[in-house]
T-cell receptor
Framework: AQTVTQSQPEMSVQEAETVTLSCTYD???????LFWYKQPPSRQMILVIR??????QNATENRFSVNFQKAAKSFSLKISDSQLGDAAMYFC?????????????FGAGTILRVKS | DTAVSQTPKYLVTQMGNDKSIKCEQN?????MYWYKQDSKKFLKIMFS???????INETVPNRFSPKSPDKAHLNLHINSLELGDSAVYFC??????????????FGEGSWLTVV
């Protein structure tokens, strides 16, 4: 079974600065998807960014980018020019392409605090 | 026009009661899910349905019974509620497109408190 580890329970960043959230995963599969979801205090789960494992190019969405290191099984999220609205819990998630059902396996989450 | 909507958003009930949470998606997706987020904010899948057919049941107690009347709806009924059932329950949906990323979209969550 796959596992996802987020080793940083909590991170802080100054407004306008850059922060990187770590995620590692364990799998024996060669093809899969990886996601970062944001959960603000409202509890809504919002997709931030996604990455297909077969793509070598790192995904980018505006101020959000990932550093995907397939051999190291690492999938970190970089937030540039941090804004107060970025404060939330961030979840890294893995989706197998081998298992039927399209389920997401989540990490434990990282709380991101943004200081003004 | 919320893509994945679930009701109620908040529910406080006594132990032993039976309650239901409803979910509807207007995205045209063929797969729907229930996830549970516990007090430590850990998220785990409970059920997955594809075209009204159960395809994932992650060792959830049989007090939990999902029902999918059509592929746009997936309701969750819980019998004999226990204190440990207190959690936020998320409905979600996705489209099983071959070759696609098949992103899962979540509802706003239903916060269940059992007292």
């Amino acid at each position: 079974a796959q596992t996802v580890t987020q080793s940083q329970p909590e991170m802080s960043v100054q407004e306008a600065e850059t922060v990187t959230l770590s995620c590692t995963y364990d799998t024996s599969e060669s093809d899969y998807y990886l996601f970062w979801y944001k959960q603000p205090p409202s509890r809504q789960m919002i997709l931030v960014i996604r990455q297909e494992a077969y793509k070598q190019q790192n995904a980018t969405e505006n101020r959000f980018s990932v550093n995907f290191q397939k051999a190291a099984k690492s999938f970190s999220l970089k937030i540039s020019d941090s804004q107060l609205g970025d404060a939330a819990m961030y979840f890294c998630a893995y989706r197998s392409l081998m298992e039927y059902g399209n389920k997401l396996v989540f990490g434990a989450g990282t709380i991101l605090r943004v200081k003004s | 026009d919320t893509a994945v909507s679930q009701t109620p958003k908040y529910l406080v009930t006594q132990m032993g009661n039976d309650k239901s949470i409803k979910c509807e998606q207007n995205l045209g997706h063929d797969t729907m899910y229930w996830y549970k987020q516990d007090s430590k904010k850990f998220l785990k899948i409970m059920f997955s349905y594809n075209n009204k057919e159960l395809i994932i049941n992650e060792t959830v107690p049989n007090r939990f019974s999902p029902k999918s009347p059509d592929k746009a709806h997936l309701n969750l009924h819980i019998n004999s509620l226990e204190l440990g059932d207190s959690a936020v329950y998320f409905c979600a949906s996705s489209s099983e497109v071959t070759g696609g990323v098949n992103t899962i979209y979540f509802g706003e969550g239903s916060w269940l408190t059992v007292v």
